[in-house]
């Protein structure tokens, strides 16, 4: 029987994607969901799909009073993964204000006033499973990706932050950061995406993470070398290698 059989997991952006894939795969684990995004036809949708027990918590990650709510609507949980998410390929030069202001609010605002109601209760009962999406994004500085992947290192940092604090608990932190997958989000890219993959396979390696006792997990594997090891250069030697070309 799988580890996370009879687990209740609320899964905040749900609705498709990573997420709506990684809810099929943890029902057919029989873990009990709770699907969470703005959407509500589209999770209705998808738990009448689901085996076993999932149920639906519409919810907009920038609205502190709805996050409230729903906090005290989904109960005791086991567990809470951060999916939600939101995304604009941009440069510097087109910095759209309305937009970055969006990727902040959803991608680690959102997930601030999320986890800080939920992540106290875990470390009270010195127990639960945190699970954060980041992105291999975060590591460092991207051209194209103003307003994303500093949004995303913040969330990355959030995770090491919870990790550092709860580390003699019993609360278990999982971070994992992925590369491309393919959805509606990376469907604005117009430039090559290395290594993309479908959301069921990535999916599959989220609920392996999940599984296992590490902090940190990046896939897919090969590609994330590159991020980690772009870690240690100097920062002349790395924008002189990933930085915009003229």
């Known amino acids: 029987m799988s580890a996370l059989a009879g687990k209740r997991y609320w899964l905040v952006g749900a609705s498709e994607g990573l997420g ?26 998808l738990a009448a799909e689901l085996p076993g027990t999932a149920r639906v918590v519409p919810l907009d990650v920038t609205d502190s009073d709805a996050v409230a709510a729903a906090v005290a609507e989904t109960g005791e949980i086991d567990g ?5 998410g939101a995304y604009w390929p941009m440069k510097t030069a087109d910095w759209d204000p309305d937009k ?10 959102g997930a601030a006033r999320v986890l800080g109601r939920v992540v106290p209760g875990f ?7 945190v699970v954060i ?15 994303y992947g500093a949004s995303k290192a913040g969330l990355m940092h959030l995770a090491e932050n919870i990790r550092a604090d709860l580390n003699r608990s019993n609360v278990k932190v999982s971070l994992v950061n992925p590369g491309f997958i393919r959805t509606r989000l990376t469907d604005k890219n117009d430039f090559e995406m290395p290594f993309i993959m479908d ?8 609920v392996a ?4 006792t590490r902090f940190q997990t990046n896939f897919p594997r090969v590609f994330s070398w590159i991020f980690r090891a772009s870690q240690f250069l100097p920062a002349p030697l790395y ?3 990933f930085g915009a070309k003229r």
């Open 20 to 45: 709506r894939a990684l809810a099929e795969r943890l029902a057919a684990d029989g873990a009990e969901l709770i699907l969470s995004a703005r959407n509500a036809e589209r999770l209705a949708a």
């Open 80 to 84: 809470i993964v951060w999916l939600a």
């Open 100 to 109: 970055v202001e969006t990727m902040f609010d959803v991608n680690l605002t």
């Open 123 to 129: 470390a009270a009962r010195d127990r639960g499973h």
């Open 133 to 147: 999406v980041g992105s291999l994004s975060g590591f460092r500085g991207l051209p194209g990706a103003i307003g």
């Open 199 to 206: 959301p069921e396979p990535a999916a599959d390696h989220v």
């Open 209 to 212: 993470a999940m599984r296992a």
């Open 239 to 241: 924008f002189r290698l």
